[in-house]
């Protein structure tokens, strides 16, 4: 018959969580998140944030978006526009019925895939005159240097 070994598997050299040896287990490494060439998401972000605050909205879209953008609207709206004849035609029926009186936009904050801008509107709803100050996070994801997302949440 064999004798059992005092010594505790957490004892053992190479031991993993909980004191097991994780045997034949492959090491998990992380994986490198690329968007692609172009401009990369802190160059995008930043110089979205200046045309932004230049009042240059539509050369945004003329110099940022891909073909197939997607743009999402947030909470209360849920809904999502697919393509730049799309968005732009979104973009076109809210300005049609909204001034804008003042906004600005801070950020970018970035991350991996693109990154977020806060934007801060002092905006007119002219179907009925009634003026609101809105804050809203956009959210952008980027492939090649160009926006193939972008998502608005609002605050709640």
Same mark, same amino acid.
């Given at each position: 018959?064999?004798?059992?070994? +005092?010594? +505790?598997?957490? +004892?053992?050299?190479?031991?993993?969580?909980?004191?097991?040896?994780?045997?034949?287990?492959?090491?998990?490494?992380?994986?490198?998140?690329?968007?692609?060439?172009?401009?990369?998401?802190?160059?995008?972000?930043?110089? &979205?944030?200046?045309?932004?605050?230049?009042?240059?909205?539509?050369?945004?879209?003329?110099?940022?978006?891909?073909?197939?953008?997607? +743009?999402?609207e947030g909470f209360g709206v849920a809904m999502a526009w697919d393509g730049r004849k799309a968005v732009r035609a979104k973009n076109h029926d809210w300005m049609s019925t909204h001034k804008i009186h003042g906004a600005s936009a801070s950020g970018p904050f970035v991350g991996?895939?693109?990154?977020?801008?806060?934007?801060?509107?002092?905006?007119?709803?002219?179907?009925?005159?009634?003026?609101?100050?809105?804050?809203?996070?956009?959210?952008?994801? &980027?492939?090649?240097?160009?926006?193939?997302?972008?998502?608005?949440?609002?605050?709640?």
């Open positions: 018959m064999a004798k059992k070994k +005092s010594k +505790s598997k957490a +004892s053992k050299g190479g031991a993993g969580k909980g004191g097991k040896k994780n045997k034949g287990a492959k090491a998990i490494k992380p994986k490198e998140i690329k968007t692609g060439k172009g401009m990369n998401a802190m160059e995008v972000g930043q110089e &979205l944030v200046r045309m932004f605050n230049a009042g240059q909205f539509t050369e945004i879209e003329d110099r940022f978006w891909a073909p197939k953008i997607r +743009s999402i991996a895939t693109g990154f977020a801008v806060k934007f801060s509107m002092d905006v007119e709803d002219t179907t009925n005159g009634q003026r609101t100050t809105m804050e809203e996070v956009g959210v952008y994801t &980027l492939k090649n240097g160009k926006i193939i997302q972008e998502e608005f949440m609002y605050g709640g």
